[in-house]
């Protein structure tokens, strides 16, 4: 009776050990927050305003030199 008593205290305690030494919730990398800014006057934190779209670069045109051809 002891001895069944012992195995089931000794199966709690290693199933509780293994939850503490189990990996906390992130198993990923971290994500790093941006700085809010604040206002100048106020010290409130002040919502950005959205970027400008850039438009994509355009596509090389004209034929680009190579020495060979200036050499000539």
Do not use: H, W, Y
Request: charged share 40%.
């Amino acid at each position: 009776m002891g001895d069944l008593l012992g195995n089931i205290v000794k199966d709690v305690v290693e199933g509780v050990l293994k939850e503490i030494l189990k990996k906390s919730n992130r198993s990923g990398t971290t994500r790093r927050r941006k700085r809010q800014s604040r206002s100048a006057t106020t010290g409130r934190f002040v919502r950005k305003t959205t970027k400008r779209v850039k438009a994509p670069a355009r596509k090389q045109v004209s034929r680009r030199r190579t020495t060979a051809k200036r050499s000539r």
